[in-house]
Every structure is written in C-alpha cells, then in structure tokens.
C-alpha cells in the first residue's frame, strides 16, 4: 500500500510540477507560490511513502537463527 500510494503521490507531484513549471515559462510568468506547494507536498510525501515501504520490507526479513 505504502509503495502504491508512494509511487502515485510522487510521479503526480513530479508531472503538475513539470507541467505547471514549463506552462507558466512558455508564457514569461513566474509559477505562483500554490502550485509549487501543491506539488512539492506531493512529492515530499510520496517519498516519505516509499521509504516507509522499503523500511517495513526490511523489518520483514526473515531471521537466520544459530540453533542447529
């Protein structure tokens, strides 16, 4: 879940920053304050997803016991 929704958040916040970003340059004006947030927070916290992801799939390795 956290991998799914990470990966979301992060390629939409990555694809309205970009578009956002190249629209406002094609036109001379600077992208306002919002939109930028808008997608900044979307990535953020799609990377934050996908660590958490990555940290429950490593607290989930199997453990090697000594006992024969």
């Known amino acids: 879940v956290y991998l799914t929704v990470g990966s979301i958040m992060f390629f939409y916040g990555s694809f309205i920053g970009i578009t956002t970003w190249y629209e406002n340059s094609l036109i001379g004006v600077s992208s306002p304050i919002g939109t930028i ?12 997803f996908i660590l958490q992801a990555i940290n429950i799939d490593i607290l989930n390795t199997p453990k090697v016991s000594d006992n024969h």
């Open 37 to 48: 947030f808008v997608s900044f927070i979307n990535i953020i916290l799609g990377v934050q």
